[in-house]
């Protein structure tokens, strides 16, 4: 289970579609996959950007320049 290193391609896409308003079912269809395998991906990318929840996930992932500031 990877907790270090830069998030994927696949964890920045599904971050960017989560700070547009997706929700997982959502992205699962989006990217034919499985709710499940994005909420993968969300844990992941929480681990690597040491956040507790979403809402602090998205917020360190604006800080760190992954996400750009919402309009």
Known sequence: RPASGPLTETETEILRL???GRNAPQIAELLNRS????R??????SAK???HGRIDMMARARQLGILTEPH
Do not use: G
């Open 49 to 51: 950007l040491d956040a």
């Open 18 to 20: 989560i700070a547009a």
């Open 40 to 45: 993968t991906h969300l844990r992941n990318a």
């Open 35 to 38: 709710p499940h395998t994005v």
